[in-house]
């Protein structure tokens, strides 16, 4: 167990519509990062919060977004969802900009 | 940009012999590399990371990894492979800029199957 938990573990919904995934941090951590795997893209970066501020934007769609709330939890805000957008999503943290990132268990997306 | 590359889609070892997972990668300045590991239906386990000095590194699980510049590989090995070490490898990489923007770049995964 990294201590990065996710939530929901699984979420099943129909295009175009609109899906939050929830992330938070272990004990301390100030970075969360999202990645999301898929079997046509592997894993990709899609964007990285430091302390309540975007800090770095990977592969991100313009119809994705994020944020990072005072308590260091983030959401990552999925709109007009794809069949394309079907995937695990994981979240991960790290300490400050520290370098080992600890992931969480993923949400997996499925797009009907 | 940087990149990652995992040349074997899958590695078949027999159990108690010794396994190497390639990697090789490009950054335009210096590289942070990671392994990670993830077993079916779970997230990424972190198992090594490189970051400087020593080029052999060693992590979780019995696992080492040596990082060769001149190569720009960093092959992930154990002198000693278990059934339970069969899952799905990646090798990451970062490049070191001391900008704090550090999303990892990903290959695309080696399958490991360690056979009895």
């Known amino acids: 167990d990294s201590g990065v938990t996710q939530t929901p573990k699984h979420l099943i919904t129909a295009t175009g519509q609109r899906v939050t995934l929830r992330c938070s941090p272990r004990?301390?951590?100030?970075?969360v990062y999202w990645y999301q795997q898929s079997l046509d893209q592997g894993l990709q970066f899609l964007i990285q919060?430091?302390?309540?501020?975007?800090?770095a934007k990977g592969n991100i769609l313009e119809r994705f977004s994020a944020q990072q709330f005072p308590d260091l939890h983030s959401e990552l805000n999925l709109s007009s969802l794809e069949l394309g957008d079907s995937a695990l999503y994981f979240c991960?943290?790290?300490?400050?900009?520290?370098?080992?990132?600890?992931f969480g268990p993923g949400t997996r997306l499925t797009v009907l | 940009a940087q990149s990652v590359a995992q040349p074997e889609d899958q590695v078949n070892v027999a159990e108690g012999n010794p396994l190497t997972v390639k990697c090789t990668y490009s950054?335009?300045?210096?590289?942070?590399l990671f392994w990670y590991v993830q077993y079916p239906n779970r997230g990424l386990q972190f198992l090594l990371k490189y970051i400087t000095g020593d080029n052999l590194v060693k992590g979780s699980y019995g696992f080492e990894a040596e990082f060769n510049k001149s190569q720009t590989s960093f092959h992930l090995k154990k002198p000693s492979a278990l059934v339970s070490d069969s899952a799905l490898y990646f090798c990451a990489v970062r490049e070191n800029s001391g900008g704090g923007a550090d999303g990892l770049t990903f290959g695309k995964g080696t399958h490991l199957i360690i056979q009895p």
């Open positions: 004990s301390g951590d100030l970075s």
């Open positions: 991960a943290s790290s300490v400050n900009k520290g370098l080992t990132q600890y």
């Open positions: 919060y430091y302390n309540g501020e975007e800090r």
């Open positions: 950054v335009s300045g210096n590289p942070y």
